[in-house]
Structures are given as structure tokens and as C-alpha cells.
């Protein structure tokens, strides 16, 4: 009819659209023809994830992923489509630990769609890091030395009695690391009452210490007390009391009898 038109800028949405064109002779004759504008979406969407984690002291305090798209979003997420995103297509395809500790880091994978199907991912890093010192609690141990040799002793163990005493907020008190200086046994002899610094160490290396006493026996020294006796006879009561050492006590005694007035 002399004004072509175009469709030079027109929008089409998603999916099949028919497009019919009419033309229009100077006499009104008219004449049609139609045909299809198939409008395919194969862009992905975008996501942002959440900031990372950090400042989790043990594994046990992780977090648990984001069940849902709102969850997702609530924590700083979020998702945008041009035609639309399908919330309930929202889940986490996967948690990777990269096999470390102190830190640990875990890197969860979190995938959405848009109303076409495509699919888009991002990622959240989780950092797993203790630096909290393991606690003990008590008074500092005193333990008596064992039987010794020349008044020399083997320095005892005081590394079960400390375990017994400490905790950790991550590790178990069975795989806690606790060692002695000096070090316990029959490599070490003392002569004297003696100090001794017991470190304890978590999985992460973070330590705590006390200060443990190792007594040694006093000298061995005895008192004697007799009742006198005057005659013939007679019988005398002889009491020998120990002070210091170890106990038992192991002793000889002898029996002189005399004869005679007295």
C-alpha cells in the first residue's frame, strides 16, 4: 500500500509468537500472510552468593546449607533472570573440603534455574579455624615419687593425671597431645623434690601448661625408746618408730640377755 512497516526493534517474549502481515491495494483489496518468531532463552541466569564464613572454631559449628532459594537470600544471596528464575529449582550441588586442617576450608556449590531451564552456579567458602587453647582445670598435681635406688628416683607420670584435668572445645580429651618436661621413667632420676611443666596440645596446636610437683621421701630417721630394766628377769619393751623414707619399714633387731645379780 506504499507504508512497509518492519518489526525491526519489536520484543517478542519467550517461546512462539505468529506474526501475520496484511497488505492493502488503492482499491482496498486486501491479501495476508503469516508466519512464526520462535524466541529460544539459552541464557543462563546470574547468582550471587553469600559472603564467606570465617571465624568457625570446630567442624561441629559449621553451619548447614541453605535449604531453600528465601534462606539463600536472607543470608545476602540472590538471583536475576530477564524472564524469571525458578525458585523451587534452588539446591547445593556440593561440599568440598580441601583435606586440611587448621584451617579447614569448605567450598559448598549452590545452583539455580531460570524458567527456561538454564542454569547458573556460585560458591560459598567456609573457613574452619581453632584458636581457642584447651582449659585445665585444678589445682597443679603433686604425685610421691616411687621406690628408688641410693636415694635417687625415677621421676613419675603425670601425663594421665592431666588428661583427666583438661578439655578442649574441639578436641577430645583422649587425642589431646600431653607431654611432660622433664620426661616420666627411669631416664630421668631425682634426687630432690622436683618441678615439672606439662604442655597440652589440641589438633590445631593451640596449648595450655601447668606446673606439676614431684616429691621425693624425707631421709629416713628413726627414734628409739626402751624401758629400763633392773633385775634379772626382767623383760624390756624396745619401740623403734621410723620418720621419713618410704614405707614399709624393714628392720633387725637382736636379744642380749645377762645373767646374774644385779
Do not use: K
Request: net charge negative; proline share 6%.
Amino acid at each position: 500500500n506504499g507504508s512497509p512497516e518492519t518489526l525491526n526493534g519489536q520484543r517478542f517474549n519467550v517461546g512462539q509468537t505468529t506474526v501475520t502481515w496484511t497488505a492493502i491495494d488503492i482499491y482496498g483489496l486486501t491479501s495476508t500472510c503469516t508466519f512464526t518468531v520462535n524466541v529460544s532463552d539459552v541464557e543462563p541466569p546470574s547468582i550471587s552468593c553469600p559472603q564467606g564464613i570465617e571465624n568457625i572454631t570446630c567442624i561441629s559449628d559449621v553451619p548447614a546449607p541453605y535449604q531453600t532459594y528465601a534462606q539463600f537470600v536472607a543470608a545476602g544471596g540472590s538471583a536475576y533472570d530477564a524472564n524469571g528464575i525458578d525458585e523451587s529449582s534452588f539446591t547445593m550441588l556440593s561440599q568440598i573440603s580441601n583435606e586440611q586442617t587448621c584451617p579447614e576450608i569448605l567450598t559448598r556449590t549452590y545452583q539455580i534455574s531460570d524458567m527456561a531451564g538454564n542454569t547458573e552456579t556460585c560458591t560459598q567458602t567456609i573457613t574452619v579455624m581453632d584458636n581457642v587453647s584447651p582449659v585445665i582445670t585444678g589445682l597443679a598435681p603433686t604425685l610421691n615419687v616411687g621406690q628408688g635406688t641410693n636415694c635417687s628416683y625415677p621421676l613419675p607420670d603425670f601425663t594421665a593425671t592431666v588428661r583427666a584435668m583438661s578439655s578442649d572445645n574441639c578436641t577430645s580429651r583422649e587425642n589431646l597431645t600431653i607431654v611432660q618436661n622433664p620426661v616420666a621413667g627411669s631416664t630421668t632420676m631425682i634426687t630432690t623434690n622436683t618441678d615439672v611443666t606439662i604442655t597440652v596440645t589440641d589438633a590445631c596446636g593451640n596449648t595450655a601448661q601447668i606446673i606439676g610437683h614431684a616429691i621425693v621421701p624425707q631421709p629416713l630417721a628413726h627414734n628409739v625408746s626402751f624401758t629400763e630394766i633392773f633385775c634379772t628377769g626382767q623383760t624390756s619393751t624396745v619401740t623403734i618408730t621410723g620418720v621419713g623414707g618410704t614405707a614399709p619399714y624393714n628392720g633387725v633387731g637382736e636379744r642380749v640377755e645377762y645373767a646374774g645379780a644385779h
